[in-house]
């Protein structure tokens, strides 16, 4: 990589969120986990933004890679938790590892057949593998199935949340930064014009739904050990969207901005919740006048992504250009 | 043998209201080469519309009865025709111009739009749907059962699909359709006015949306705001195996799936019945992209 | 990009556009870039990192002045109660339910002037019938609201995410109507004032055999929810306890429309009667085709059945079901017939069991507030734990050493499309 100061940046960022991590036990546990929110948001929001904003590969799918890596990591430490108090740590890096990788084998499986489509047709089979998964979690009686599985550990702290993602924005800007980010936006182009020129689009492809799907399996751990019970309903398909918005709203191909909208959209429903809350208002008679506002979350969504296209489809965080991609 | 064929009425049955909805996608895809993802909601609204409309038909005329029935899914009819037009004029006419993916992603967002703010209006809890036809068992021959209702998903799928062909073969409008999805530079250059084609198509599809809205709550009378996410997904799936763009395609699509859930739901296990319309995408993507009935296209480059 | 210009419609962009992509092929295969520069890549990616930073310290910083003085609540003249129920989303009218019941338990006991002298405070949260929320909304609860005890759910999936929150939080929980017994298994601080599954379902075999005497039957169960694949080994388990046998067994999940296929495939079984432990709405549906396929032996079921939408959907198909549940409103005792007038007085419609769970969920906390003397987590656990034969209208509660409560159940059957009590089965 080009840059310097970019191994630097990552180090303080691990160090700042071990240090917060430390003086944790004085916040607000509810804005705590809050925080853990955003940090899971964003690493989903930068992975999916590798497979469709610089790789163009439009997946409605990424639930499905959480959904994997959630569980698997969610068996591991509930395994081997109670072996060594000790060793914690290590086995929860392990256990999110792992449930990381199995995830990207899954990446790896849903990125081979879809390797024809295009568009419309890739949006649809990735969104059918989203649902497979989903049904498959919901039959295995082995994680529970639809009753549920209880995560005994709680390990998600800051520092695992903030770090995993300050690791995700970095490795996912390495790569772009790469040639196989100069694939990944040859792909995104002009496909057919890329393998005239002997790129191997599949190569790229692949490599990015299995990155992708990687960090989705990470953050997949990390969600399973902050809220200690999964579901396979929660992995479903509005769970992907909520992923797909945030990188609309931050620019495809754009990781500040999908940063940046990462973090907005996990505090919407919370600033929705607060706004619902309000006792009253001076001048309006009705007690809780905006009760009605806090299940209108993904009736915003659905507007911010109509608007979006029709007004600003480069997205909200994007100041350079025009269209939905770069050129 | 019994078992099979009583299986098998209920799969023509549920599959006709598949293809009632594939017929939707196939013709907006076939003309503007995108997927209205938000058709599946269309069949939601058709349904609610229904559901408010019976009370006032029943001041009327009277009900449960073949009149009222008829009344009820005409009216739904025009009001979701309406509905695709304006959808069609705000959300996607401006993005004509626009990559592919923009249009995309604004039907996703048309889509949960209804399905939310259908929600907060209807409210989420499932409604029940009045009975607006009397229903007979029609026939009980040696465990067969047969009801009323099903006959007539059938008999009405069929004369819907017999006015459309009319339409569609021997009217102006339906040649101009023709003349689009085949080239649309050329038709406008011929004088075809695109934007009212596009329009009357999208009119076309979101009326027979509703009546399969109809049809449906008539025979499973619980309508929820989320009721058309599944239909209209597999729908979908009908359309792109039957060959996208191809009416009749589209319609031996639905009645596929619709019969080969039934079976696996009835003979194997049920909690696989909804993975079973995505696999068969999945595998006839894989297989033979273009569909059963479809024509290779050619991506020009 | 070539999307632009072969999108099926419309016309093509002048000039320019057409011949840019060959030249920014050739850009980017010779190495140099497209529009986005390395350095101000970098510079941006710079800023996301930071900003991520920054807006973190100014989260925990907000985040560190806004933790409440104490958890007891009780800092003032109020007694702050959270409650958490799906008032939107699919499960909708439960959690409505619910909530009117507690809404109206509380403003009783205020207007009779409180508890140890002060007035309660409800702070109701929604979920939103959906999982993750209520993990989100009781830490809001218990730490910024600062609540001292939470009355929640009605969904045992979403009773068994809050609850081991509360139990780390040693905040009370007591949930009106969940019936999964792991809930009450997350901790001592977790309770309950409705029976529990293996009850329900050992019921309701009984009732099929005693009551109805059927020798055989079948189950046509839920796979997607674990209130019903629960209810359904209970019942089994019971059922061929006592002789019976059970000939079919089949599947759904949650939104399904068309259970043809299974009620055929049952129907070939031949049983002496179907048992459904699902919920109202797919139970409906699931009614009306069993009679289409010419099914006519009973069908039963749990407390899913209870709702003021059973009868609208399945309409005549449910004459002559049954099902149990937590109480009847046309039981004659003096208590459940004022719950009754005051619910009707204040809402318009006939409560039902969801909401006079909710009532009695309110009621015995207030009880075991009062016997505690204090607002304190630890002890008013033990007054609840130690509460027994509490005057519920859901009938005499005693908490049991599960924190589960032992008090009868209701059989009730639907005639004329009005549901009708049958019997009450004491445990």
């Not at chain 3, 140099?32 to 941006?44: C, L, R, T, V």
């Not at chain 3, 259970?259 to 048992?275: E, R, V, W, Y």
């Amino acid at each position: 990589m080009k840059f310097r100061y970019a191994k630097l940046l990552l180090l303080v960022a691990l160090a700042f969120s071990l240090l917060v991590s430390l003086f944790a036990g004085r916040i607000n546990s509810y804005v705590l986990f809050v925080l853990y929110y955003i940090g899971i948001n964003i690493i989903l929001a930068v992975s999916l933004n590798l497979i469709n904003g610089y790789t163009g590969q439009f997946s409605l799918g990424h639930a499905g890679f959480m959904a994997v890596g959630a569980y698997t990591a969610a068996v591991i430490t509930n395994r081997f938790g109670d072996l060594n108090p000790f060793a914690a740590g290590t086995l929860f890096l392990g256990a999110l590892l792992a449930g990381g990788l199995l995830a990207a084998v899954t990446g790896l499986l849903v990125g081979l057949p879809t390797l024809r489509l295009r568009g419309d047709y890739l949006a649809i089979v990735t969104l059918g593998f989203g649902e497979i998964i989903r049904v498959i979690f919901q039959n295995m009686n082995a994680v529970g199935a639809a009753r549920g599985l209880s995560v005994v550990h709680g390990y998600t702290n800051f520092f695992w949340t903030f770090g995993a993602a300050a690791v995700t924005i970095y490795v996912v800007t390495a790569l772009v930064h790469s040639t196989y980010g100069r694939g990944f936006i040859a792909v995104r182009d002009d496909e057919v014009a890329a393998e005239a020129m002997g790129i191997n689009t599949t190569k790229y492809k692949v490599t990015a739904f299995v990155v992708g799907a990687f960090f989705a399996g990470l953050a997949g751990g990390l969600y399973a050990h902050s809220i200690q019970f999964l579901t396979p309903s929660g992995f479903n398909f509005m769970q992907s969207i909520a992923i797909v918005v945030m990188v609309i709203l931050g620019g495809m191909g754009n990781t500040p901005g999908v940063v940046l909208a990462a973090i907005v959209l996990t505090l919407l429903p919370e600033g929705l919740r607060w706004l619902a809350g309000v006792p009253s208002l001076p001048g309006i008679p009705r007690a809780y006048p905006f009760a009605w506002v806090g299940n209108t979350r993904m009736v915003i969504y659905s507007l911010l992504l109509i608007v979006l296209m029709l007004t600003r489809p480069q997205g909200l965080f994007t100041w350079k250009r025009k269209t939905p991609f770069p050129a | 043998m019994t078992e099979f064929l009583q299986q098998l009425i209920n799969g023509l049955a549920f599959g006709s209201i598949l293809a009632l909805i594939a017929l939707g996608y196939t013709m907006v895809y076939g003309i503007l080469r995108f997927i209205n993802f938000a058709h599946g909601d269309v069949f939601m609204l058709g349904a609610f519309a229904g559901f408010y409309l019976a009370p006032k038909i029943a001041a009327v005329l009277p009900t449960p009865s073949v009149a009222s029935g008829l009344a009820v899914m005409f009216m739904a009819m025009l009001i979701c025709a309406a509905i695709g037009v304006v959808i069609e004029r705000f959300a996607y006419r401006p993005l004509r111009r626009s990559p592919k993916l923009t249009v995309l992603i604004t039907a996703i967002g048309v889509s949960l739009f209804l399905e939310y703010t259908g929600q907060l209006v209807f409210g989420a809890a499932p409604k029940s749907f009045p009975p607006l036809i009397p229903v007979y068992p029609i026939a009980h021959l040696g465990g067969l059962s047969i009801t009323s209702n099903q006959v007539i998903v059938l008999a009405v799928t069929g004369l819907l699909l017999v006015a459309l062909r009319f339409i569609v073969l021997k009217t102006k409008i339906g040649m101009a359709m023709r003349a689009l999805s085949f080239n649309p530079e050329a038709a406008a250059l011929m004088g075809v006015n695109t934007d009212i084609v596009i329009s009357f198509t999208f009119a076309l599809g979101s009326a027979l949306a509703a009546a399969a809205g109809i049809l449906f709550a008539i025979n499973y009378p619980a309508i929820d705001p989320l009721m058309g996410i599944l239909p209209g997904l597999k729908a979908f799936f009908a359309a792109v195996l039957g060959g996208i763009g191809n009416l009749p395609g589209a319609v031996l699509g639905g009645l596929i799936i619709g019969t080969t859930e039934t079976f696996v739901s009835g003979y194997i296990s049920s909690t696989y019945r909804d993975a079973i319309a995505f696999s068969i995408l999945i595998l006839i993507l894989l297989i033979k992209p273009s569909g059963l009935l479809g024509r290779k296209e050619i991506e020009k480059v | 990009m070539n999307d632009d210009l072969s999108n099926g419609f419309g016309m093509r962009r002048k000039g320019a556009q057409r011949l840019e992509w060959p030249a920014q092929m050739i850009r980017l295969a010779a190495g140099s870039d497209g529009p986005d520069d390395n350095q101000e890549f970098f510079m941006k990616n710079w800023r996301s990192l930071i900003s991520e930073a920054l807006l973190l310290a100014a989260g925990v910083f907000f985040a560190g002045c806004n933790k409440p003085a104490s958890p007891s609540g009780a800092g003032g003249e109020v007694i702050k109660i959270g409650e958490y129920a799906s008032l939107t989303g699919s499960e909708a009218t439960f959690g409505q339910s619910s909530h009117k019941g507690t809404a109206l338990a509380v403003d009783d006991l205020n207007a009779a002037g409180g508890v140890l002298g002060k007035k309660i405070q409800l702070i109701t949260e929604d979920d939103q019938s959906q999982a993750g929320q209520p993990a989100t909304v009781v830490r809001k609860l218990i730490s910024s609201d600062g609540v001292m005890a939470v009355l929640g759910e009605v969904a045992s999936s979403r009773s068994l995410e809050a609850a081991p929150i509360c139990q780390e939080n040693k905040i009370p929980m007591i949930s009106p109507a969940s019936t999964n017994p792991r809930v009450t298994e997350a901790g001592d601080y977790i309770f309950r004032v409705c029976f529990i599954d293996p009850f329900q379902g050992t019921v309701m075999a009984n009732f099929a055999r005693k009551t109805l005497k059927l020798k055989s039957a079948a189950v046509l169960k839920e796979t997607s929810s674990d209130y019903s694949v629960g209810l359904a080994k209970y019942f089994v388990a019971g059922f061929t306890a006592d002789g019976g046998n059970i000939v079919g067994e089949e599947n759904y999940s949650h939104g399904d429309k068309d259970f043809s296929a299974q009620l055929t495939a049952l129907k070939a079984d031949n049983p002496d009667g179907i048992f459904v432990p699902g919920y109202y709405t797919e139970v409906g549906l699931i009614a009306l085709q069993a009679r289409q396929l010419g099914i006519t032996v009973p069908l039963f079921g749990g407390d899913g059945w209870e709702s003021s939408s059973l009868v609208p959907i399945g309409g005549r198909a449910l004459e002559g079901c049954y099902f149990s549940t937590h109480y009847s409103p046309q039981d004659t005792s003096p208590a459940v017939q004022n719950f009754v007038k005051e619910y009707r007085a204040r809402y318009g419609d006939t409560p039902d069991a969801m909401a006079a769970l909710g009532y009695d969920s309110a009621m015995i906390l207030a009880d075991a507030l009062k016997r505690a003397g204090s607002t304190e987590g630890a002890k008013v656990r033990e007054a609840l734990a130690a509460t027994k034969d509490f005057a519920g209208v859901t009938g005499k509660i005693t908490i049991d050493s599960n924190r589960n409560a032992s008090k009868p159940a209701v059989i009730l059957t639907i005639t004329n499309g009005q549901f009708q009590y049958v019997e009450t089965i004491k445990p």
